[in-house]
């Protein structure tokens, strides 16, 4: 009787046991993850710039906002890394000398053309334009074409990026640095636009009353 009893005891135990381990098999069914097909995550970096040099060159829409851009103070030191492709030709320190190419302090503001000392290109003195922003930035895209004919045998900062630092960098070599335009306006959507000008601007007719 006491034997039959110390059976039953062992049986339920291994019966227990059994069905414990029968529902961790069943669990590691449910719980098993699928393989992933490739090992590692997939991480998009198209969209990522590294900055001055790397990414792909932005198509520009219309005018720079140098008001905007050129307020970042990070820009100068960027651009002083990015004027190491213009030193072959180029000296920056204040009464620096001529080399194959003018001497570039306070070149912003400065007519084309005229540092002395330097025999420019009869290219670039009928150029006769002063070194805007703008004119600038269109020059370090791409000498060759913006003035034809000039002696300077470079390429072009493709990156606007790079041109945007190389312009804060020329603007800071000066004892007076070229004032910023204002900010460009936001661009306003175009649906919003009518009504904001309409309720903020006085109606014309209130300017100057009708006379009988
Ligand atoms: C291979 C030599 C060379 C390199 C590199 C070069 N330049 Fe020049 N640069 C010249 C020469 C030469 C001229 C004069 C062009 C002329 O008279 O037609 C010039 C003229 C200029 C002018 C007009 C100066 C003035 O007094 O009107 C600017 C601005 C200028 N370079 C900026 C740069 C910048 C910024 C870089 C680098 C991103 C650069 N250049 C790289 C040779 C070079």
Not at 64 to 87: E, I, N, R
Not at 109 to 129: C, E, I, Q, V
Not at 169 to 180: N, V, W
Request: hydrophobic fraction near 40%.
């Amino acid at each position: 009787m006491s034997d039959l009893r110390g059976n039953t005891i062992i049986g339920l135990g291994l019966a227990s046991l059994l069905l414990v381990m029968g529902l961790r098999i069943a669990g590691e069914d449910v719980f098993r993850t699928p393989e992933p097909a490739k090992a590692g995550y997939d991480i998009d970096i198209s969209a990522v710039s590294t900055g001055a040099g790397g990414g792909a060159p932005k198509a520009e829409e219309g005018p720079v906002d140098w008001g905007t851009v050129l307020k970042d103070p990070a820009l100068v030191a960027q651009g002083q890394q990015v004027s190491a492709k213009c030193q072959s030709c180029h000296n920056f320190a204040k009464d620096g000398p001529n080399m194959t190419g003018p001497n570039l302090y306070g070149v912003v503001g400065r007519m084309a053309a005229t540092h002395p000392g330097f025999n420019y290109s009869p290219a670039l003195k009928a150029a006769a334009k002063p070194w805007s922003y703008d004119a600038l930035n269109t020059w370090l895209t791409n000498p060759q074409k913006d003035v034809q004919g000039t002696m300077m045998t470079f390429v072009g900062l493709k990156n606007q990026a790079d041109r945007n630092a190389m312009i804060a960098y020329l603007r800071s070599l000066s004892d007076s640095p070229a004032p910023l335009p204002p900010p460009l306006p936001p661009k306003p959507a175009a649906s919003s636009a009518a009504p904001a000008a309409s309720s903020g601007a006085p109606p014309a007719s209130s300017a100057a009353p009708a006379k009988p």
